[in-house]
């Protein structure tokens, strides 16, 4: 089990903490994001004949059980004449598809419109912090733990960091199950966390800080909602794909941002550091959803512009259909890359 | 200016709530943490200008609509209807008129008058006010000249009903455009002029008391600062007959007249109102001064009768000539009729100067006398013998007619008296004199004009011949210029081609006709009268009339205007000057045959005895009217015994005090001697009845009140208050209209209306009405 690598200037979060790590409080916690990825992985490969999650090598490793929903192609079936036992052959995990999971943890992150009992699943009213609402971030944790734990249990090696303005929590890339436990320390540097509220997004410099680690190439899945400008995103994407890295990028948006349909003109406080403004947003709401759409398109056709998948994710959608749709499409790609 | 100033200032300020109320909501609202801000300050970057216009236009109207509620509570005065405040302190000026119309009559209102209707009324708003309250009044009396009874108006309510109740009927008409003008001046004052008045103008309205003729000046103030209430004109027709002249026909009548003599007055009446066919009686009454009262016998008495239609009469009538309390003291005919309608047209009052004799003078060289062949005769011989045809000319005979003729001599000095030198004898001889002749202007020098032009001045009849012998004459000049004549006097005398006669058809007279009296027979005195020579004289119009013509229409004798002044104002002269004729046509063999005629006689006579009369002191005056009194009289003293005192005369000849009562006053000199009397009779203008319609009044008013309210005096609404019931009648009725401006609340029901589509179309709710639409169907879905 690797050690979970923590930025400096970053306070340890208690989760990550070894001496701490089976009070009941971070256990609750880890118990919720298994069983949130449990339910995710679960769901995708209910019904199907064929699960999507085999390996993505062609050289033999080792064993591990079946479970159901694997490929019968794959079943062992000389292990089970000798053993009696279902048995997948598992193959040799190169190096380039190691998964790094960029998690943007900026203030904007921490914006929510959907109750989290209706978001969790699992009938909490309000997070274990007191939260009710279901963040963006909640969302992306949601998706990175999911992508996590999937490569995990392919035995593929699983890297993840977090950051805003800079990497907050940097996971190193492993195999073993114990980077489990440090990806979820890792994902607990909420940006609901005082100390880390109201911190803008510097994909750029978080890109720089990723790229050093990182010494093959990697599929990278940035989980965010891009709310920087084009030429930063233009920039980082253009720097991961010189580094011959494959990018996968998910936008995490809130409906209540997408359709923006306030009738209060309450004052808007910004959540990294803008000016409150004071408006009617029924007066400015057409001006508003325009410049955010056009935004959205921005991003999509910068990722598409570079190659790389996009997938829109909106925090009041449920993660499976988007998931599946988006591994499909990726085993469907490699497959053509590799052996079509 | 508001009805309720207290609900328009609070109301005003309410103006400040919409502010108040955005920027309390400003803070009382929970902010809302936004992730995605940087679009929405991109967004309202690009929108600010139109955001921050709707929003001021929101603004804008949701003020304005409350401004526009303040101002409807408020009530503004828009109208003159509204110029007094129900709340504050009022302000009546009542302009009460006690002109002739007011007085009383026989079919009117009964014996008190229209006068105590109106009355009644006034006292009735003065009871309407209230002294604690602060109201005050003003009162205009409108018997010309208006009178300022009570301004600037006054807080003291009960002594100006007191003055009201003493408020008689004159005889002067009603001075409605001059009481206006008071109360501008009154409501003008620097102290005065910001507050706002109702005015109440209580009068009959018939023609007589509103001279539709004339205009009535606008007040010059600002719409709605003076409210209008006005009684509504009588629309019954009423007859009425004024009597509006009493002329004799001599002006002057002598003393030393024989017994038995009679005098012939000509009375002049008009008409009004229904003009049916009727009868009125004239009775004429003569006698002395102090003996003017009607309850002994007429001396005359006639029958006008009147045909259907006729407005005008005139009527002639004979009586015995009155003989003076004294020799000299006036003797005064007095015309009454029937009663009608209004009872102080019905007395007219005249006095007619006497004289024992006129004394005539006659500047000549020597004396005058019978000279035995005609051809001896001067022309001074032939105005004496004229003027005295039954004496032989004698000194003692001369003296004793009725005219006695004098004579003075130019060679021996005729001048005035001057700071340093007393006048010559000449010269007090033609101070005395009531006609002066001069026969031989060419021996006058300018001290001998001067002479005659203060006799003339102070009334003497002067008579201006050319002397018979020189062709060129040099005394025109002196005498144009002394006399202050606007003529031109040849300078030589021309010889006519042919005689001329004398034409026995007058031009027409401007004033009294001086040869009225022997008119019928004057084609026939005329007859055989030639002209053969005569001195021109030409003059500008008006200064000039023409007595007699030549055939060929060349004036031969012509006067200076009648009893005017001549090239002067009357305020300058008093309008006192003595006639002053002019006879082209020396009284010569050489020039006409004039003299040896049988018209000389009765010329010379009428000549003299009318225009002696012109210019004495008694004379008849028009209430309300100032009088042209004789230069001289310093102070009019009540001959009737009307209760009044002393009214002194200005030196322009204007009584200090005007007079608008009927009645008979003496003139006074400064020394105390009596120069004459006059009478001041009903303004008949004033006695007009016809009827007038409130259009009418409306149109004569409508320059000082555009917009007023009539008033009633049977109204129910207003009883039993009157005019004050009627005032406070208004105020209660704005009261019970409904208490807010009708216009004002339309105004702001368009603006709320204009709100509410601005509010619609800003916070695009078309567009959220659709969201919502879509929620519901995804939810369904």
Redesign the interface.
Known sequence: MSTAEQNDSVPRPPEADASIYLHPHTLSRLASFELRAKMIVEGLSSGQHRSPYQGLSVEFAQHRPYVPGDDLRHLDWKVFGRTDKLHLKQHQQETNLDLVVLVDAS?????GSRSFEDASGEGNKASFDGRTMWS?FDHATALAAAMCYITLRQGDRVGLAVYSDEVRALVRRSSSQSTWRQIVGALSVHPADPKNRGRETHLKRTVDQVMGKLANRCIIAAIS?F?IGAEELRDSLAQLKHAGHDVIVFQVV?RA?E?F????????????G???????P???????L???HA?MATVEKLARSFGFDYQKLSTHDWLGPPLASFVARRNARIKRSKYG | MFLNPMLAAVGLACVAVPVLIHILMRRRRRPVAWGAMRFLLEAYRRQRRRMNLEQLLLLFSRCLLVALLALALGKPILGAAGALSAAGPRTVYILFDNSVATGPGSDVSGSAGEIEELRAMALRSIGGLDRARGDRVGLILLAAPAENAVLPASSELSAVSEMIKQVRPSASRADLPGALIQLREELTRKDNADSSAWVVVLSPFRAGSADTRTSVQSLGLPAGRVAFIVSEPKEKPVGNVSITGLDPVRSVMLAGEEPGSSTSVTVSLTRSGPLDAETSIVSIYAGAAREVSTTQGAAASISVAWSAGQSYAQALAGFGSPRPARPGDPVVLTATINPDALSADNRFVRPVETRERLDVVIITPGDVGVRGEIANYRAADWFALALSPSADLSFRRRQAGEIRISTVDPEQGIAPSTGTQRASRGAGILREADAVIVPRPDLLDPAAWKAIRESNDRGAMVLVCPPAGPEVHTWTDTFINTMGLPWQVSRESRKLATPLSISGERPPTSGTDLLGVIAPELTALVGGVTVSRMLDARGTQGGLEEILRLSDGTPILIAAAFGESVGETPSETGNTRGTLLYLAAAPDVEWTNLPATPFMVPLMQELVRQGVGLAVGSRAAVAGVPPKLPRGATELVPAEGQGQSVIPISASGVPQIPIRDAGLWTMRSSGGSTIGAVAFNADTAGCDTTPLTKEQVARWLSPAASNFTWLKAGDPAAAPGGVADSVEHRLSRKQETPPISVPLLIAAAIVAAVELILARIFSHATREETLGEQRRSRGAA
């Open positions: 203030g904007s992150m921490n914006y963006k909602d709310y809130d941002e359709e349909a306030f009738t209060d003109s309450a004052p808007f406080e910004g959540m990294e803008e000016p409150a403004l004071r408006v009617d029924r007066s400015i709401r057409r001006a508003y325009d410049v955010f935004h």
